[in-house]
């Protein structure tokens, strides 16, 4: 392996700053909330104070906090997007997965370039227009070349009028070159988990495999970004260790990467532990998070990294999903399968990586967003545009991204609701457009409904 940076995971500080942040008050937690409403982040103090709030009315306004920045930033969009699983073969022996190696309760498969097309046309027919590719940490004779062909051929692959026009990559750490390679192919954003960053429990759940290697994994970051991919994704898997101390050392990953490269991650995921075939710690996990836990890492998140982009995956219920979108929730799967082939074969429990909480299909999630006064938004053109990583962040901090998400969101919206949409979502997202054209500035307004036009006389693809 080749020289390796590894972020400064620092234990102790998060200890000390854990135990300060219980010396908290209502005016000091008032204080913390006023100066996220600047909208410039928070320090480790001041998140370790948000992490000890119970009184429920500090809650709600750390909720009503995080709501207003959500907006402010973001508007009322939500992207849309799909996992794509091409294989579920794996080397590593992760107590908390199914596809673990020793798992003989999983069915292995790695799709065919044929399988992975097919795949990729029936997303394409659901409407997607962004899907994450992910693959157990093993791959076939073909080694990492399997990756980049798979890339290809969903790249390659038109159903009608749609296509996918960007592939993110949830994939194991890479080598300098291998990530050169990922970039070549013209991904959008790396998207990696270190599961956990404590590093004793790190230990006890990573029994064998190239995964148990905590500093390979923990320095990913640093190769992929080193290699020109300046959007990556960040996250934990909560319940495997205390919430609290993931949260702090996910903030010192963050402030390393900024330091070092200028830009922090593009997304953060917050997945929790979930049942998986052949996993008793996935059933009981070692630290779980309640609900109401979960509802204030989303809120803390989004305070104390504004401009980052907070996934939900469709591990959680619907319910929980709905909540979280007035949180900080920016992105959302939707439709989703966990098994290699489930888009064509149907969820498969003996093939999936863990158990789904949110089973409904795409245009049925759509119409929910929609319902509820959110932009459902298939928006890639940033990624086509060059506004990634620190370009991105220039036009995000300011607010100047907005003048391009808002109509772009919409567009997308209307091509979705033309193309893909039932009648019933039609005529909730027709609602929905109709109020938030309504809501924008008269230059917002002009902009959107010339390319809302554009989309209804025939057009595809309009962004700006």
Same mark, same amino acid.
């Given at each position: 392996?080749?020289?390796?940076?590894?972020?400064?995971?620092?234990?102790?500080?998060?200890?000390?700053?854990?135990?300060?942040?219980?010396?908290?008050?209502?005016?000091?937690?008032?204080?913390?909330?006023? #100066?996220?409403?600047?909208?410039?982040?928070?320090?480790?103090?001041?998140?370790?104070?948000?992490?000890?709030?119970?009184?429920?009315?500090? =809650?709600?306004? =750390?909720?009503?906090?995080?709501?207003?920045?959500?907006?402010?930033?973001?508007?009322?969009?939500?992207? =849309?997007?799909?996992?794509?699983?091409?294989?579920?073969?794996?080397?590593?022996?992760?107590?908390?997965?199914?596809?673990?190696?020793?798992?003989?309760?999983?069915?292995?498969?790695?799709?065919?370039?044929?399988?992975?097309?097919?795949?990729?046309?029936?997303?394409?027919?659901?409407?997607?227009?962004?899907?994450?590719?992910?693959?157990?940490?093993?791959?076939?004779?073909?080694?990492?070349?399997?990756?980049?062909?798979?890339?290809?051929?969903?790249?390659?692959?038109?159903?009608?009028?749609?296509?996918?026009?960007?592939?993110?990559?949830?994939?194991?750490?890479?080598?300098?070159?291998?990530?050169?390679?990922?970039?070549?192919?013209?991904?959008?954003?790396?998207?990696?988990?270190?599961?956990?960053?404590?590093?004793?429990?790190?230990?006890?759940?990573?029994?064998?495999?190239?995964?148990?290697?905590?500093?390979?994994?923990?320095?990913?970051?640093?190769?992929?970004?080193?290699?020109?991919?300046?959007?990556?994704?960040?996250?934990?898997?909560?319940?495997? %260790?205390?919430?609290?101390?993931?949260?702090?050392?996910?903030?010192?990953?963050?402030?390393?990467?900024?330091?070092?490269?200028?830009?922090?991650?593009?997304?953060?995921?917050?997945?929790? =532990?979930?049942?998986?075939?052949?996993?008793?710690?996935?059933?009981?996990?070692?630290?779980?998070?309640?609900?109401?836990?979960?509802?204030?890492?989303?809120?803390?998140?989004?305070?104390?990294?504004?401009?980052?982009?907070?996934?939900?995956?469709?591990?959680?219920?619907?319910?929980? #999903?709905?909540?979280?979108?007035?949180?900080?929730?920016?992105?959302?799967?939707?439709?989703?399968?966990?098994?290699?082939?489930?888009?064509?074969?149907?969820?498969?429990?003996?093939?999936?990586?863990?158990?789904?909480?949110?089973?409904?299909?795409?245009?049925?999630?759509?119409?929910?967003?929609?319902?509820?006064?959110?932009?459902?938004?298939?928006?890639?053109?940033?990624?086509?545009?060059?506004?990634?990583?620190?370009?991105?962040?220039?036009?995000?901090?300011?607010?100047?991204?907005?003048?391009?998400?808002?109509?772009?969101?919409?567009?997308?919206?209307?091509?979705?609701?033309?193309?893909?949409?039932?009648?019933?979502?039609?005529?909730?997202?027709?609602?929905?457009?109709?109020?938030?054209?309504?809501?924008?500035?008269?230059?917002?307004?002009?902009?959107?409904?010339?390319?809302?036009?554009?989309?209804?006389?025939?057009? #595809?693809?309009?962004? %700006?």
């Amino acid at each position: 392996m080749t020289d390796i940076t590894v972020p400064p995971i620092d234990e102790q500080k998060i200890e000390e700053a854990l135990v300060a942040g219980q010396r908290h008050d209502a005016a000091r937690a008032r204080e913390v909330l006023d #100066r996220a409403s600047e909208m410039k982040g928070l320090s480790s103090g001041d998140v370790a104070v948000l992490m000890g709030l119970s009184d429920p009315d500090l =809650l709600g306004e =750390l909720f009503a906090a995080a709501r207003k920045v959500k907006e402010e930033i973001y508007g009322r969009r939500i992207v =849309l997007f799909a996992p794509l699983y091409i294989s579920n073969m794996c080397r590593n022996e992760c107590l908390y997965c199914a596809f673990r190696a020793r798992n003989t309760a999983v069915k292995r498969r790695a799709l065919t370039q044929e399988e992975i097309a097919h795949e990729t046309k029936l997303l394409v027919e659901q409407g997607h227009k962004r899907v994450l590719l992910v693959a157990g940490e093993s791959y076939p004779h073909e080694g990492f070349s399997y990756v980049i062909k798979s890339i290809e051929t969903i790249y390659a692959t038109r159903s009608g009028n749609g296509e996918i026009r960007r592939v993110n990559a949830n994939v194991a750490p890479l080598t300098l070159d291998e990530f050169k390679e990922l970039k070549a192919a013209r991904i959008g954003t790396y998207q990696l988990f270190q599961e956990t960053y404590h590093r004793g429990t790190y230990a006890k759940v990573h029994l064998g495999g190239v995964k148990r290697d905590y500093d390979w994994r923990v320095s990913a970051m640093d190769r992929a970004m080193e290699a020109g991919i300046d959007d990556v994704g960040i996250g934990v898997l909560f319940g495997l %260790c205390d919430w609290r101390f993931e949260i702090l050392a996910m903030m010192q990953h963050i402030r390393h990467l900024e330091k070092r490269f200028g830009v922090g991650p593009h997304t953060i995921s917050v997945p929790r =532990l979930e049942p998986a075939v052949g996993s008793d710690m996935a059933s009981q996990p070692p630290q779980p998070v309640s609900d109401i836990d979960f509802r204030k890492i989303v809120a803390i998140l989004r305070l104390a990294v504004p401009y980052t982009g907070i996934i939900m995956s469709t591990r959680e219920s619907a319910n929980i #999903r709905r909540e979280t979108f007035a949180l900080g929730v920016s992105q959302i799967s939707g439709g989703s399968r966990t098994n290699p082939g489930g888009y064509t074969e149907g969820e498969k429990e003996d093939g999936g990586q863990f158990c789904l909480g949110d089973h409904r299909p795409l245009d049925e999630v759509i119409r929910d967003v929609a319902s509820l006064g959110y932009i459902p938004s298939f928006c890639t053109g940033c990624y086509r545009l060059g506004r990634t990583g620190r370009d991105f962040m220039d036009l995000a901090k300011p607010g100047d991204i907005k003048h391009h998400c808002d109509p772009n969101a919409l567009s997308t919206f209307v091509e979705y609701l033309m193309d893909y949409g039932s009648p019933e979502t039609r005529a909730v997202g027709e609602e929905c457009i109709a109020k938030t054209l309504a809501g924008m500035d008269d230059k917002a307004r002009a902009l959107s409904q010339k390319m809302i036009e554009k989309v209804r006389s025939g057009k #595809r693809d309009v962004f %700006c």
